[in-house]
């Protein structure tokens, strides 16, 4: 169907005179969100670097992406009720370059509208960041709400992330040109020429039912194809002169490259054995325990936890040469109540969730520091780095039950957790402190 042809005119409110209440709805919110998103990506790419504004932008980033997809969604609305619906007519005293030159910039409206949410959520999918020239896959969640998925297959490609991001920020700056001629033009419709054309698109005013029928056939296909080639050409500027040097690609190590076809929506059962230990087995009660770990990130502190984790423990304060404590844990069940923090946390260079599904804490021994003070010497499996750790804890029995809680900070750069986007710790601490409350029965 051609959108661009003239059906004598009748909206869908029947009056002839002006678009249709949806059209006019979907028009001003995609108006107003695209006039709100060019300031706002403008100032954000700026900001995202400076400490003092690190963390509105980083705020921002994740709003910017979240407006962009309902741009997204409003225009493929927007143009399935265009392609339904017909529109008022053109003023018969316009000229023919003026209706053509109309013409061209509705069509370019659309292909923006479009091309710039695509080319962000090329980008975001890409998983590079084009500012450090690093890779950098942060997940995307629609207003906190629900995550939106990358585009599948695209991770890691640098060339892409720059192209896309080039045509992204041209066709942006290109489309505020556009709003800028498209505004003038409607207000020398309204002042000058006195047409009544803005007031079609105006709820409040009284439009003008013209005696423009239909556009001449065959000149829909000339400013469809013009309106298309223009966005293709700030598009194609825009990707051009943002590609990079070319060098040699930074290697994504196996345990960084979360493998394409594995889902990771899905929470393993973590298992646990400390079977052949003599002391005394307990079982946790997983209600009144928990496994939290917290940091900064992007200047704010944040708390997390793991939902699903499982673990074998035997231990006697009399026998610690016969006691043992394996505990696993699910990472895709990492929580912080961020959803892009726990979006990314699955991602390749964070846990690898897909790949490496459980988290392992394995004791070899323990020693008493006196009191109900003991320390256990462990190592701790994440992906497939395994480091020694120290956990020094508390043990206090009480009938049949016991509490023990730990306290231990972890250096993510050991454990190769997050060092492809944020080696220099600019984002996220290298410390991480990891608190353990358990609360178990003697078996
Ligand atoms: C009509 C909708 C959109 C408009 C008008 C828009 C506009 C902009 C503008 C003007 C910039 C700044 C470019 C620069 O100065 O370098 C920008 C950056 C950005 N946009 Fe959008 N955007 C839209 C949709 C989206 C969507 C849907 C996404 C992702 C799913 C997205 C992701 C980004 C990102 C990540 C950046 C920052 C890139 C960086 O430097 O790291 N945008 N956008």
Redesign the pocket.
Known sequence: MNIHSRSPVRSASGTGRRYSSVAIILHWATALL?IS??PM??WM?RAIDKPGTQQVAYQL?QV??SI??A??ALTLLRIVWRLTHPVPALPAGMKGWERLLARITHVAFYGL?LA??LT??V??SAGW???TDRPLMVA?SWFGLFAIPHLPGLEGMRSLAFGA?GA??YM??G?ALLIGLHVAAALKHHFLDRDGVLAQMLPFLRGTNHDDHHAPAGMALLPRSAGIAFVMLIGVVGCWLHLPDPRADIPIAAENAAPAAVSVSVSPVASASAEEASATAWTIDKAASSIHFGGTHAGKTFDGHFDEWNGDIRFDPANLAGSKAVITVATISAKTGDATQEGSLKNGEWFNSARFPEARFETSSFKSLGGDRYEADATLTIKNKTIPLILPFTYKPQGDTAAVEGNVELDRAALDLGMFSDPAAEWVSKIIKVRIAVTARKR
């Open positions: 695209v998103m060019i990506g403008w790419v980033f910017h992406k962009g997809f741009i997204l509208l710039i949410p962000g959520w980008y975001v960041a084009i500012g995307t991001m992204h920020a942006a700056y489309g």
